[in-house]
């Protein structure tokens, strides 16, 4: 049996804002195994990013994991399972770059602009191997970056991140991220202005990497395409909730929630294109004040007086497949 990497159980998150408080991540559990690859799926303002961002201890100073447990590798990772903060800060040092790698959508925002590429890649390999000499320290810079596809290495290794593409910029925060060989790599949007072409090579990359170190990966994105391309089960995130998993072909094939549905109608589809896009009327949920019941039930087409008052449990359609919806309870036709 495939050992669970990661679990995370009932995470919330909330933000203190002057307008109130935002409850960007609410009561959500999933879980990876070791060498999967997870896709989360979901609009902007879901809480996709900010969920990765309390695995990975990195909230703004304003958020607060305000319920839940990170378990990973066995250990409670969660900031109240340590006796302070600094305790806390010590663990998540320890992991960060380490055992767990995020890979961050804006590369130009995630590099140093006045260090060179080398000084950053070896810094974060000298953080946790401290006894390497020089030597050694320029010889793994250097495969690090051959090994994400980098040209000419040896001559980037002395450039700004300004001399560099997009698409190179990227290559080397993801040569940060995997040159300690975590065993859970995140990436958040890791394709988000690339062209194409790049975006290609960089999904190859993060495959290729999982399956040569046997690590797990989470993609946070938009983009059905990616998950469909690299990842071996999806979540799919509506208004801080988790609303439906499951894997490639049940969500592609046989999609049940509402919300899924309307995302894959609003992609195009190769095998099908005489069929019309459709759009998701409305706009996301106001986070400040977010719906008692279904996160989704104001742009739901199949909505009822329960869906507004009450959130559904997450209903098991089979052992990989589940969907929080309404329509698959009981109570539903009591209700409706």
Avoid at 52 to 76: P, R
Wanted: net charge neutral.
């Amino acid at each position: 049996m495939e050992k669970t990497i990661l679990e995370v159980k009932n995470l919330s998150v909330d933000f203190a804002t002057d307008q109130g408080t935002v409850r960007a991540v609410r009561d959500v559990s999933f879980h990876v195994k070791e060498g999967e690859i997870l896709g989360i799926v979901g609009e902007s303002g879901s809480g996709k990013s900010v969920g990765m961002h309390a695995i990975m201890g990195l909230l703004a100073a304003n958020g607060h994991v305000t319920g839940g447990d990170i378990i990973f590798n066995e250990e409670n990772i969660a900031r109240k399972a340590f006796a302070n903060e600094r305790a806390y800060e010590e663990k998540m040092c320890a992991i960060r770059g380490k055992e767990i790698s995020m890979i961050f959508q804006n590369p130009m925002s995630f590099l140093n602009p006045v260090l060179t590429v080398g000084s950053q890649l070896r810094e974060v390999i000298k953080n946790h191997n401290p006894k390497l000499g020089k030597a050694e320290l320029g010889r793994r810079t250097v495969e690090q970056l051959h090994l994400v596809g980098i040209p000419s290495p040896e001559t980037v290794v002395r450039q700004y991140p300004y001399a560099l593409s997009g698409g190179m910029r990227q290559r080397v925060v993801m040569a940060i991220a995997l040159v300690n060989r975590p065993k859970l790599i995140i990436a958040d949007e890791p394709t988000t202005s690339l062209d194409v072409t790049t975006q290609a090579q960089v999904l190859d990359i993060i495959r290729e990497m999982s399956r040569q170190i046997h690590a797990s990966a989470i993609v946070v994105t938009h983009d059905l395409g990616i998950v469909a391309s690299l990842c071996d089960r999806v979540i799919i995130m509506y208004g801080g909730k988790l609303v439906e998993t499951g894997n490639i072909r049940e969500i592609f094939y046989a999609p049940d929630h509402p919300y899924t549905k309307g995302l894959l109608n609003s992609v195009n589809n190769p095998e099908n294109d005489d069929r019309e896009l459709m759009t998701i009327p409305g706009s996301p949920p106001d986070m400040l004040n977010p719906p008692a019941g279904c996160p989704f039930v104001d742009r739901c087409n199949k909505a009822m007086r329960i869906c507004k008052k009450k959130m559904p449990l997450l209903a098991v359609l089979s052992e990989t497949h589940s969907s929080s919806c309404w329509l698959r309870q009981k109570e539903a036709k009591q209700h409706g």
